[in-house]
């Protein structure tokens, strides 16, 4: 059974900080790459960051220099660290994985709201 359980969503100001957590099971972690993604009202959802297995990140235009994405293989955790925090960034985020090769799996979490007051 796969689980991706996403913590660390919250209330914070404009300027601060937070950091995400996904911790994975039942997927082969160190082959997948893991992502995160945001949902505001009203929008698509979109891409923030992905970590690809070979140690690739990618970042929307958005987030760039103010967002960290990184994993711990051991743990079979992603994090998203997010700094500069501006209203704008007010979403449900929710992380994702993607299997390769032979291990074709596409799952999500449940989601973690992040909130950014002005």
């Known amino acids: 059974q796969v689980q991706l359980v996403e913590s660390g969503g919250g209330l914070v100001q404009a300027g601060g900080s937070l950091r995400l957590s996904c911790a994975a099971s039942?997927?082969?972690?160190?082959?997948?790459?893991m992502g995160w993604y945001r949902q505001a009202p009203g929008k698509q959802r979109e891409l923030v960051a992905v970590?690809?297995?070979?140690?690739?990140?990618n970042y929307a235009d958005s987030v760039k220099g103010r967002f960290t994405i990184f994993r711990d293989n051991a743990k079979n955790t992603v994090y998203l660290q997010m700094n500069s925090l501006k209203p704008e960034d007010t979403a449900v985020y929710y992380c994702?994985?993607?299997?390769?090769?032979?291990?074709?799996?596409?799952?999500w979490g449940q989601g973690t709201q992040v909130t950014v007051s002005s």
């Open positions: 994702n994985t993607k299997g390769a090769g032979i291990f074709n799996y596409d799952y």
């Open positions: 039942g997927i082969i972690f160190s082959i997948s790459a």
């Open positions: 970590s690809t297995s070979g140690g690739n990140t």
